[in-house]
């Protein structure tokens, strides 16, 4: 056995700490001919948000050296919010257990259903650690829609640096998200007010976005997006960027239909 997984064996369970979240919308092009999402795809993504919460808790360079299982319990369809959660639960001297868990989410009813578990084995490729064992309960969630996201090379240009574009990318399915949860109903992009960046985000950084939303009028909601970049290894934040998208909800024909009320009041900040 790899020293680095033996000594994975005599870890002790943690705390369970504050949870790592990702956030996918499965497309068609996604999925296999059954019309479902394919399994490999869901795996790729469960792994990521392993490798995000397993980096947030040690702070050194980590791999995946191990899947011990993977649990399919439903299927997830074109159109649903695959979310994953990822958090650590047992650490070695050099590695961590990681356990995750993808919810399918119907975003026009809310409903939600566990579709996949599993535990992954990531190991630091320096040298030991020894992130504290913290007893600290985990961080309230902030209102709205919230996931984290690694940034590439295939979306960041010649200085290693995260695209606009891209940026604008994943403020836009924040929004989309954000959007869709409060109305129930299908959304399109009617409008981006003022973008500001702030910051840039290099690539093997996390992108963490969060959105609410701060208006709702007769059609059209005002989402609040906001582009935070974290260090993997130091876990320094900064704000990137920050800005707003009105989105509408639309009927049969592409028209415009009623939403809710906002009935609570916008947290400053």
Do not use: W
């Amino acid at each position: 056995m790899d020293d680095r997984i033996f000594a994975l064996c005599a870890a002790g369970p943690l705390p369970m700490t504050p949870a790592t979240r990702l956030a996918e919308l499965v497309f068609p092009s996604q999925t296999n001919h059954h019309g479902t999402l394919f399994g490999g795809a869901t795996l790729a993504l469960m792994d990521r948000a392993a490798y995000i919460a397993a980096t947030r808790h040690a702070r050194v360079p980590m791999v995946t050296v191990a899947m011990e299982s993977a649990d399919f319990h439903r299927p997830v369809l074109p159109g649903q919010l695959a979310e994953v959660t990822a958090q650590v639960s047992r650490q070695g001297d050099t590695s961590v257990v990681v356990e995750t868990e993808l919810i399918a989410e119907d975003l026009m009813t809310g409903k939600r259903e566990r579709a996949v578990t599993g535990r992954f084995i990531m190991v630091g490729t320096g040298d030991r650690f020894s992130p504290p064992r913290s007893n600290a309960p985990a961080a309230p969630q902030e209102e709205g829609t919230s996931f984290v996201e690694v940034v590439f090379p295939d979306v960041a240009n010649h200085r290693d640096i995260l695209f606009g574009g891209n940026a604008l990318s994943m403020m836009g399915k924040a929004a989309f998200i954000a959007a869709t949860r409060h109305c129930r109903k299908t959304v399109v992009m009617a409008a981006s007010e003022r973008i500001d960046f702030r910051a840039p985000v290099k690539v093997g950084e996390f992108a963490e976005l969060s959105a609410r939303v701060v208006m709702a009028g007769r059609s059209s909601m005002s989402v609040e997006v906001r582009l935070t970049v974290e260090n993997p290894l130091s876990g320094e934040r900064e704000e990137s960027a920050l800005g707003r998208f009105v989105m509408v909800a639309v009927g049969g024909g592409g028209k415009p239909v009623d939403v809710p009320p906002r009935l609570t009041e916008p947290v400053a900040g």
